[in-house]
């Protein structure tokens, strides 16, 4: 059964730095989308990206946060200088057209320290 | 916006029984319902979805229910084992898809007694 795959798993970072999470989705999506959990916390919708452009953001989603499809298979989410209050679980979702349906990665673990 | 509003936070029920978590929404569009279970460490897993014209929908020992005029939506899990034991979420969103994803609850935390 295709899955949609997160790399890393982990990452520990010095607050300031830039970070990089990569989301490789299910083929046949359409739609990606960045969430984010904070420990013990709900899931929190960031940013949606359809045909190559942002679709949909949140107030989360800030100008230190960026987003990009380099190469028609990873999807990606910049968070350009990281801040304690960036430690969270970033989950990456896909999703069809016109079910609704998403299908979450099993998400990218972030420390800032 | 959307807002869910799950209860309750933490279930603690025998194995065996049933379990109930219930969840609300405020934007009279959403349309579509679904459920998703967390394991520890792990990302979210659609278990079961319900769209706005059911009222309700099983799948073995699993079950949602949808009131529309009154705005809430509930799961039920009977005969629970330990492999039930997780957090689950609620949420909503458009059943088309699209760009506003989905709004969450903010889980529950399900014990299965042993």
């Known amino acids: 059964e295709p899955e949609v795959t997160q790399t890393p798993s982990h990452q520990v970072t010095q607050m300031g730095q830039e970070v990089i999470l990569r989301c490789v989705p299910i083929?046949?999506?359409?739609?990606f989308y960045w969430y984010r959990q904070i420990l013990g916390q709900k899931v929190e919708f960031l940013v949606s990206f359809y045909n190559n452009e942002i679709s949909e953001k949140s107030e989360i989603f800030d100008d230190q946060f960026s987003v990009e499809r380099p190469d028609g298979s990873n999807f990606t989410l910049k968070i350009r200088s990281t801040k304690l209050e960036d430690s969270a679980m970033y989950f990456c979702?896909?999703?069809?057209?016109?079910?609704?349906?998403?299908?979450f990665g099993e998400g990218s673990r972030l420390t800032v320290l | 916006g959307e807002n869910v509003e799950q209860h309750p936070s933490t279930l603690s029920v025998q194995e065996g029984d049933s379990a109930v978590i219930k969840c609300t929404y405020s934007d009279s569009a959403s349309n579509y319902f679904p459920w998703y279970k967390q394991e520890l460490g792990k990302g979210p897993q659609l278990i079961i979805d319900?769209?706005?014209?059911?009222g309700e929908k099983k799948d073995q020992r699993i079950a949602v229910t949808l009131n529309k005029t009154a705005k809430h939506f509930s799961l039920h899990i009977t005969e629970t084992q330990p492999e039930d034991s997780a957090v689950y979420f609620c949420?909503?969103?458009?059943?088309?898809?699209?760009?506003?994803?989905?709004?969450f609850g903010k889980g529950t935390h399900l014990i299965i007694q042993p």
């Open positions: 949420a909503a969103g458009d059943s088309g898809g699209g760009a506003d994803g989905l709004t």
């Open positions: 083929s046949n999506h359409l739609y």
């Open positions: 979702a896909g999703g069809e057209l016109y079910t609704g349906e998403l299908f």
């Open positions: 319900i769209r706005s014209n059911v």
